[in-house]
């Protein structure tokens, strides 16, 4: 069975943690590590053995010739750096979200498939122990014909969660409802609907956003409705975050302490409290010796996970499950939410116009784009608050 060399770009908090999985997975092998700053690669690379270590991506690659090229980096630069490593024709990795825009996502494919290699973008929650075991009551049955998806964030500024926390969400639902055809959302800041003038960079460099309360409305195949909320909460919330299937026959729950199954579509609560049924995990087979390698293994199965669907994608010659396709269609969906708040209408997927509705909407009433903001979410917050007055 083939190895496969990893190569990872960028060093901090979540290339580390994709580096210590892809080099405890007994089918990938970390052959080099790049970071602009020396220390971060060599801290990493001797924790983990490896002797490749580089400040220039297509040095690392040319020397490593990896097979995967892992992108955990700044949201700003995933599709950028994803265009530079894709022109050595290798597999991608690259954090979530893809691109800041459809125009960024778009180029991002549109090379991929140029150079007849795949992107899989990093929605590990799409995959983890919890998924696996939803997935297989899903797929076996247990709740009938599926009728209505909810997801709630935990709480994050209702742009910023959407680009953050909602990718996730999205993908989770779109793996059970199917692409979405059309998107209808309300976006609000401090209790009034959201204007040109409300339109900001989010922090962490997640794009262009509007709106502290975003709730969209999503339209799936065969008549499967969902709601996406994305509300602000005076102090993050992991308690909102969470996504529910409502079948014809019972219900599933995902939420951070684990999943559920109820054997009823319609929940009263002292008929049915009792009927609860919290599901088992799901891992690889290999995730237990692997995790005795990675320092705090318990926090890394998703991850694990995305990695052991990678080695499984490029064996049998199929795209990933969290593939670029599948990514470019989140962001399709984030930019119809923005869309339809903007402009008070339904927005039909795939859109037309691929350019960021919200720099649109400004530009369309006099505006350039916004002014910049702070990266550190702290520091965004005050100054929103100083804006919003």
Known sequence: MKTYRV??????????????VYQAHPRTNVVGLCDLLE?????????LGVAGRFTDLDEMIRQTQP???????????????????????????????????????DSVMEKAEEKGVQVAVHHQWRLHAWAQAISKYYESGKIGELRYIYASGKGYYGGFGLMEIGTHLLNSMIKFGGHCQSVT??????????TPKDVLPAPRGNGTIAGDNVTASLQFPNGVTGTLLQHHLESNDVNAHVIELYGTEGRLLWHTQ????????????????DRWEKLTPLYPESFEEAAKKIPDGSTTEGDYWFVEEYVRALDERRPHECSGHEGRHVVEIIMGIFE?????????????????????????????????????????????????G
């Open 7 to 20: 190569a990872i770009l960028g060093c901090r908090s979540r290339g580390t943690s994709a580096a210590r």
């Open 39 to 47: 220390d971060r690669s060599k801290s990493l690379g001797d924790e």
């Open 67 to 105: 097979d995967i090229v892992a992108i955990p980096t700044a949201p700003y630069l995933h599709a950028p750096l994803a265009l530079r490593v894709l022109e050595h024709g290798v597999h991608i990795e690259v954090e979530k979200p893809m691109g800041m825009d459809l125009l960024e996502t």
């Open 185 to 194: 959302a309300h976006a609000t800041r401090r209790g009034r609907p959201i």
């Open 258 to 273: 684990g999943a559920w199954h109820l054997p009823n579509p319609h929940m009263v609560p002292e008929n049915n409290l």
């Open 340 to 388: 339809s708040a903007a402009y008070g209408t339904r927005v039909d997927l795939p859109q037309s116009d691929r350019e960021h509705p919200l720099l649109r909407w400004r530009k369309e009433t006099g505006l350039g784009p916004p002014d910049p903001m702070p990266m550190i979410d702290k520091e965004w917050l005050e100054e929103e608050n100083r804006g919003a």
